[in-house]
């Protein structure tokens, strides 16, 4: 691997951190919040290693609760630590997806534009700024590394990488829910004349058993845990649900990431439809002028994109599609269309292009002080004020079914601050 893209690639982890240092007094202000307070009630009242168990929603994620349930152990209920693994998290992302673009042949501003936008894009903030959203960055990271060992397995595999690759896979999938892609969306590079030049039939055969057969167990035990919530109205049943799946799966698929990192307020009508053709044309763009193993990696970018509207939409249409766009949903939309933005990108030359990453760079990192504020107010400060009894409240924001003694019973326990 040449220097100097390794060494872009590590600068650009480097400076995902910024948003986090440089604001750090806002994000101090930030506290427990929402689901957050559920799991800490049902360690309270289930014991540690039976809550691993339980689902989360209609989904089971007993990796990313171990880790969560132990850093809230580990750091004696520091929020700021947890909020910090996120951070970190992300940072090893970018690192990871740096190394995945630079494998393909992304170089320049093809490669500096993905690391810097999704790096430092403000619409990460509910991503990066709410500690159960830890399960979603976790899952990137197993799937980045996936990604990278299934080339190298490609080229060089012995059964002990191949185990390997399939554990990733099941660490995907154990520490979110849309994770059950990961297995099903990386078998797209093993099919022939598309990604895995030159490998056997039979390797390409075991390649994909080791790729499916974890997602394929882990999406059995999560509808084994999920049908029960069709009778209670929470998965699509009548005609009318599936038709507000199909609303919210296209909106999801077709406005992120662009309309809120355009800023969404100044998209409707028109600009709305233009957004959604634009991202179109952007992906179709960016497929015809690729080849080999990169066109591979933007076909399997789509595909997932793709698969993770599917999820979301069915389980999230009855919140609506303007929901869809919401910043918790931000983050795989970026990983996944940002390389097809810097490939053409980068096709402008040298001149303009570097313009051009500065730009899309500001756009990206510019709202994070006014958006970072008026979260911490929401999702920081009313809840201090509340649990110090400085403001009269029944419960915390966000959880109407626990009630203030509750919640001050669960600071004490696990010493939250």
């Known amino acids: 691997m040449k220097r100097s893209p390794l060494l872009l690639i590590a600068l650009c982890a480097c400076a995902s951190l910024l948003p986090f240092v440089g604001l750090h007094s806002d994000f101090q202000r ?32 007993p990796l990313f609760k171990l880790l969560w349930g132990g850093a809230v152990y580990a750091s004696r209920g520091s929020y700021a630590v947890m909020l910090a693994l996120c951070w970190l998290t992300h940072a090893c992302n970018v690192f990871l997806f740096g190394l995945l673009l630079q494998r393909v042949g992304l170089r320049g501003a093809a490669l500096a534009l993905p690391l810097l936008v999704f790096g430092l894009a403000s ?19 197993f799937l980045l590394l996936a990604a990278l060992l299934l080339l ?9 990488r191949v185990v390997l690759l399939s554990m990733l896979v099941l660490a995907s999938a154990l520490s979110f829910a849309r994770g059950i892609l990961t297995g099903a969306a990386l078998c797209v590079l093993c099919l022939p004349r598309l990604g ?4 056997a039939t039979r390797r390409r055969v075991v390649l994909v058993c080791a790729l499916l057969f974890p997602a394929l167990a882990t999406a059995a035990a999560t509808a084994a845990i999920g049908l029960p919530l069709a009778s209670q109205g929470f998965l699509p049943a009548s005609a009318a649900d599936w038709m507000l799946t199909a609303k919210f799966g296209g909106a999801f698929l077709l ?12 998209f409707h009508g028109v600009p709305l439809a233009l957004a959604a053709l634009g991202k179109i044309a952007l992906v179709v763009a960016a497929l015809r002028i690729s080849s080999g193993r990169t066109r591979a990696l933007l076909v399997f970018l789509a595909l997932l994109d793709l698969g993770n509207a599917t999820l979301v939409a069915l389980g999230r249409y ?8 919401s910043s918790r949903y931000q983050y795989l939309p970026l990983l996944c269309v940002l ?7 980068a096709t402008c030359g040298r001149r303009l292009a570097p313009a051009l990453v500065a730009a899309a760079t500001v756009i990206a990192v510019f709202r994070w002080p006014a958006d970072l504020a008026e979260w911490a107010r929401e999702r920081g400060s009313r809840t201090r004020r509340l649990l110090e009894g400085s403001e009269v409240r029944s419960a915390p924001p966000n959880i109407p079914d626990l009630p203030t003694l509750s919640a001050q019973q669960l600071v004490a326990r696990f010493h939250l601050h």
């Open 339 to 345: 390389p097809s933005a810097g490939l053409l990108i």
């Open 30 to 61: 930030l506290f427990w919040f929402g689901d957050e307070w559920h799991q800490l009630g049902e360690i309270e009242q289930a014991g540690f290693w039976r809550w691993l168990a339980l689902p989360f929603g209609e989904n089971i994620h």
């Open 255 to 266: 406005l992120n990431p662009f309309v809120r990192l355009g800023g969404h307020a100044f």
């Open 152 to 160: 190298d397995v490609a080229d060089n595999g012995s059964p002990l």
């Open 123 to 141: 619409t990460n903030l509910e991503t990066l700024g709410w500690s159960v959203e830890w399960s979603g960055l976790l899952s990137s990271s």
């Open 318 to 325: 009855w919140t609506l599609p303007p929901a869809a766009v």
């Open 196 to 199: 895995l030049d030159g490998v």
